[in-house]
């Protein structure tokens, strides 16, 4: 009989061919997972009670890559690290590898790995369940990511964070401090001045001299009372927002300003204000700042103030537009900077209100801006979230 045509021997080749191939595919894949460098563990059954690591696991955990992780069944060996979940210890129970043998589903974690020579990793990763034919768990595979060096950075940035606020808060309390504590020499070297004035107001010179003590004394005041309200301002975090209607805020800044209204025969005009949720008092000195500004900066006409506001998506655009000289467009974020001045003294102010504008703008969530030519007038904008 030929053997070509032995069937019994043509499906032994085969099957051996079959199982070579299989073999073949096998240690191609036990060699990808030995030079992966994504750390990977293997449970052979649903029970975890033998659980293997391929060598970038195994350098992570300072063991061996015959090591058995596992820590349950009968050759488990003594762990040379511990396993944290949040700072607190990991009950070999709820392992990433085990729960999923257990449940038969995915499970995502993230754990810190604490050798007992003090180094420290942070992993996350998954562990997958495989199913054999009649739907029970057959073994199990995890693959994780090593995020040391993002843990790392993560705390380095809140560190960071908390100390520069912790040098925020102090430098607000000693600018607070510094600025109250300056009011009382300055109320005694004014009142010594008025009383120098009284005594030789006669002479010319003197007179003179005591006028401008009083001058320098008046805008010290000014520029520490400014400093003051810019230092209570505080932080976003420090605001108490409420829901109320903007319109509230600016006819209290109209009210603050009436004197000064009347006495530039200035024009105020105002569309109807929207409903935000914000700090009414700050929106009060943020209007109130900005109107003052208008009249400062006013051209050889009265001036006219418009305050408008319009919705823009997911926040509310609010303007306060002037007739008055304008600002150069070179100049147009320099104004908001501390101590920033475009005149000399002919125009009253410290360089301070356009920068507590802007805090209170960025504490709020929104941004400050200025458009304007440098010759018909400035358009101030400014956004607040709905």
């Given amino acids: 009989m030929d053997a070509a045509a032995n069937p019994m021997e043509d499906e032994t080749e085969r099957l051996r061919r079959e199982n070579q191939e299989l073999r073949a595919k096998l240690a191609d894949l036990e060699s990808m997972i030995t030079s992966l460098p994504v750390p990977i563990a293997i449970s052979p059954d649903a ?44 009950d070999p129970q709820d392992m990433p590898l085990r729960k999923a043998g257990r449940s038969g589903q995915e499970v995502h974690d993230e754990l810190e790995i604490v050798r007992d020579d003090g180094i420290r990793y942070h992993i996350y990763g998954n562990a997958k369940p495989f199913f054999d034919e009649t739907g029970a768990v057959r073994r199990v595979f995890g693959a994780f990511v090593d995020v040391t060096d993002r843990k790392r950075a993560e705390r380095a940035l809140y560190q960071s964070m908390d100390a520069l606020s912790k040098a925020n808060t ?35 010179e003197a007179s003179e001299y005591t006028a401008f003590i009083v001058e320098g004394v008046s805008r010290m005041h000014t520029l520490i009372s400014d400093l003051l309200t810019y230092s209570r301002v505080g932080a976003a975090s420090e605001l108490k927002r409420a829901p109320f209607q903007l319109g509230n805020a600016l006819q209290w800044a109209l009210l603050n300003l009436d004197h000064s209204l009347r006495e530039k025969k200035a024009t105020v005009t105002y569309d109807e204000m929207p409903e935000v949720i914000a700090n009414e008092s700050q929106m009060t000195q943020l209007f109130q700042n900005l109107l003052s500004n208008a009249l400062k900066y006013k051209g050889d006409l009265p001036p006219l103030i418009h305050v408008g506001a319009e919705s823009d998506g997911d926040e509310w655009t609010v303007s306060v537009r002037d007739n008055g000289e304008g600002i150069k467009p070179e100049y147009k974020d320099h104004i908001f900077g501390v101590f920033k001045r475009l005149h000399g003294r002919e125009v009253s102010g410290t360089g301070i209100g356009l920068a507590i504008c802007r805090k209170i703008v960025e504490n709020h969530g929104g941004r400050i801006w200025v458009e304007s030519d440098g010759k018909n007038g400035s358009n101030f904008r400014f956004t607040l979230p709905k």
């Fill in 47 to 90: 029970t975890t009670e033998h659980i293997e690591v391929n060598p970038a696991f195994a350098a992570l955990l300072g063991v061996d890559t015959d090591f058995n992780i596992s820590a349950t069944g009968p050759d488990a060996q003594r762990l040379p690290y511990h396993i944290c979940r949040n700072g607190k210890n990991v």
């Fill in 170 to 204: 102090e430098l607000q309390q000693f600018a607070y401090a510094a600025s109250h504590d300056l009011q009382e020499p300055l109320r005694t070297m004014s009142s010594y001045a008025q009383l120098l004035e009284r005594r030789y107001g006669g002479d010319k």
